[in-house]
């Protein structure tokens, strides 16, 4: 038995859409008798918008609609892709702007969220912004940037589609020029975000780097983080420390139900396997994935979150996973050359659909 939402009220469909795929929905015919009357925030997780209907006596007799259950068909599935810079340019020759085209595996029925992230990095002095140009039904198009005499010899970007109908996921971006000019740089940012739709439980949160400038002449440190998470919001967190400024920097977060199991978030470290004294290039390890067995074999998505370089040589670092399991994966935080990685970590986000 599931259910769907009209106004405040809940329905439930009795008996059950024998086919619930979206191109059939709104060819069945349903009864649905009132249920109990909830508010719309219990309803977060529920499924759900009547689209036409119209009333029969004491039942609603559905005609189009469209129902959401976690992980049920019904909902477009979250597209994964990444691209690199290589194929735009030869490596001795960087340029401030890498337009690329991202083509979606899904086409849905209007444009979706893009969400960017940095898996992977080469760069002199650290300046680049992952900027999305244009977003339509079946793509995208995009813009990794740089300024300045920054040098950006290549990056690899993660990039994440949201579908407009799924009622589960909220994300959003936080720039800290919204907070602060970059003439007045902070060590420490912090901005609340409340949820639009309030969770029933505490959700997952995960954050990552999407575009960030720090003073040339210093190391290059920054991390985000999103702290204080409730059912209602969490406070998102860009910080610096010791004599590093932080010039500008964006945050992109992304939440979801704690009991979801087509989706497990998390985030990785160097700081998981070593101290950041003892720098370097090569650093990987296991970690255990909650929730069960895959229904299929994982795509993962991973994007930077965290950095701490040395400056005058290039910021090189790459973040993968592989050798997934029923219960875990390894992640990687590679760099390379003379580069002095003390730290680097990256937030992960797993879609089993």
């Known amino acids: 038995m599931s259910e769907v939402k009209h106004r405040d009220l809940v329905y439930m469909i009795d008996p059950p859409p024998v086919d619930r795929r979206p191109s059939l929905l709104s060819h069945q015919q349903v009864s649905l008798k009132p249920r109990h009357r909830v508010s719309a925030t219990h309803l977060n997780n529920d499924l759900n918008r009547v689209i036409d209907s119209g009333r029969l006596g004491n039942y609603l007799h559905i005609t189009t609609y469209t129902m959401k259950s976690i992980g049920n068909d019904s909902v477009a599935k979250i597209d994964i892709g990444t691209f690199n810079t290589t194929p735009l340019h030869e490596f001795s020759s960087p340029r401030h702007h890498n337009a690329h085209?991202?083509?979606?595996?899904?086409?849905?029925?209007?444009?979706?969220t893009i969400l960017l992230g940095m898996n992977m990095l080469d760069m002199n002095i650290p300046r680049i912004r992952c900027k999305i140009l244009s977003v339509a039904n079946d793509g995208a198009q995009v813009d990794i940037e740089s300024w300045e005499d920054t040098k950006l010899y290549s990056v690899g970007c993660s990039w994440?589609?949201?579908?407009?109908?799924?009622?589960?996921?909220?994300?959003?971006?936080?720039?800290?020029?919204?907070?602060?000019?970059?003439?007045?740089?902070?060590?420490s940012t912090k901005h609340k975000v409340t949820f639009t739709h309030p969770y029933h439980t505490t959700p997952k949160v995960v954050v990552w780097l999407e575009a960030f400038s720090t003073h040339p002449g210093r190391n290059c440190r920054i991390i985000v983080?999103?702290?204080?998470?409730t059912p209602s919001g969490f406070t998102l967190e860009i910080n610096t420390w010791l004599w590093t400024d932080i010039l500008c920097a964006t945050a992109v977060w992304l939440a979801h139900s704690a009991d979801r199991k087509d989706i497990r978030s998390g985030a990785f470290s160097t700081d998981d396997v070593?101290?950041?004294?003892?720098?370097?290039?090569?650093?990987?390890?296991?970690?255990?994935?909650?929730?069960?067995?895959?229904?299929?074999?994982p795509h993962v998505f991973?994007?930077?979150?965290?950095?701490?370089?040395?400056?005058?040589?290039?910021?090189?670092?790459?973040?993968?996973?592989?050798?997934?399991?029923?219960?875990?994966?390894?992640?990687?935080?590679?760099?390379?050359?003379?580069?002095?990685?003390?730290?680097?970590?990256?937030?992960?986000?797993?879609?089993?659909?």
Request: proline share 8%; with cysteine; hydrophobic share 35%.
């Open 274 to 297: 070593r101290p950041r004294n003892e720098p370097r290039l090569k650093n990987s390890s296991y970690i255990p994935i909650a929730g069960g067995a895959y229904s299929k074999k």
């Open 302 to 353: 991973s994007a930077l979150n965290m950095l701490d370089f040395r400056s005058g040589r290039n910021i090189r670092v790459k973040a993968h996973t592989g050798d997934m399991t029923l219960h875990g994966m390894t992640w990687h935080l590679d760099s390379g050359a003379d580069s002095v990685c003390y730290g680097a970590g990256a937030s992960f986000i797993i879609l089993d659909q």
């Open 101 to 112: 085209s991202i083509a979606l595996s899904i086409r849905y029925a209007s444009p979706p």
């Open 160 to 187: 994440l589609s949201i579908p407009p109908n799924d009622p589960d996921i909220q994300c959003g971006r936080f720039d800290t020029l919204e907070d602060h000019p970059m003439s007045k740089p902070n060590i």
């Open 225 to 229: 983080e999103a702290t204080d998470i």
